[in-house]
């Protein structure tokens, strides 16, 4: 067995729960990760410069653990040097949220959509890695149980200049949609706590502007396809039981996962149609494990 398969299965274990066991481990490495990264290897190889590659998807599709995959196999297989970016982690503090709640809109309490993030923070930490002359830099942490960014002496810090930056996040190359689309609600939330639209025209804004200027410097974008909408929540009701686990804090109850997917769920939706303009997409299916991988 080959180094790159100890560390990923070693990598793999760790990420496993009771309740969702991964399958087909060698066959998904060899079959579909290995040659995804071949493909970006060249791309890289081709341009000079450090690659800056925008990973989508719905929440709880995998993203964070196919990111640690990449990261694995482009350090073992192909000696490259990667910086792993989450946008959850440029969350806006939880005061910065409070006074947008009451200048804007209360739904700009809960994390997630287009404003909620710090968008000047995040262009500027991605612009900083792209940068020539390269210096070591602090990218900040968020931590979910206490919704809320961390001190600065908690915060990740990249010493070494990267040669593939992985930008992860579920609205990572989202696009706005047209007015008239925003008008019929999607759902409860949209129908019950937005009957003026103040909140999806701002969310739709920041796409058109802010959030636009930084994903104009992806390089390439790859989309993690789920089966369907449903296991959105799902699949983010098993990360909250990881998240719990893990940490052993206050974490949302079923109820309140259901009410936070809907914040996100017209976004995702939106992706999830447009999906083919990707350069790389990732089907993923019921089981939570890869069935194919194509191509632009």
């Known amino acids: ?64 653990t196919i990111s640690q995959i990449l990261k694995i196999i482009f350090n073992s297989k192909f000696n490259l040097n990667v910086a792993c970016l989450s946008i959850d982690d440029f969350y806006k503090t939880s005061l910065e949220r409070k006074k947008m709640s009451k200048l804007i809109h209360p739904l700009f309490l809960t994390r997630g959509v ?20 390269f210096n070591s830099i602090k990218t900040p942490k968020f931590d979910k149980s206490i919704d809320d960014r961390l001190n600065i002496k908690f915060w990740y810090k990249i010493k070494k200049k990267p040669d593939i930056i992985i930008f992860e996040g579920w609205c990572v190359g989202a696009k706005p949609q047209h007015f008239k689309e925003l008008k019929k609600p999607i759902n409860n939330l949209e129908k019950t706590e937005d009957t003026k639209l103040t909140w999806r025209k701002k969310v739709n804004n920041e796409l058109k502007t802010n959030y636009k200027k930084i994903y104009s410097l992806l390089d390439k974008r790859i989309y993690l396809k789920v089966p369907s909408f449903k296991y959105v929540l799902k699949w983010r009701l098993l990360q909250e039981k990881k998240l719990r686990n893990q940490s052993k804090k206050k974490s949302m ?44």
């Open 1 to 64: 067995m080959s180094n790159l398969e100890k560390e990923y299965l070693k990598f793999i274990k760790n990420q496993e729960t009771t309740s969702e066991k991964f399958y087909d481990n060698l066959k998904q490495l060899n079959v579909y990760y290995v040659p995804l990264c071949q493909k970006i290897f060249k791309l890289f190889k081709a341009q000079k410069r450090p690659l800056l590659l925008g990973l989508s998807g719905g929440q709880g599709s995998g993203k964070s």
């Open 253 to 296: 109850t079923k109820e309140e996962i259901k009410k936070f997917v809907m914040f996100y769920e017209r976004i995702t939706k939106n992706m999830e149609k447009d999906y083919k303009k990707n350069d790389f997409v990732i089907f993923i299916d019921k089981k939570h494990k890869i069935k194919s991988i194509k191509f632009k």
């Open 114 to 133: 287009p404003g909620t993030h710090d968008c000047k923070m995040l262009y500027n930490t991605i612009a900083k890695l792209l940068k020539k002359k």
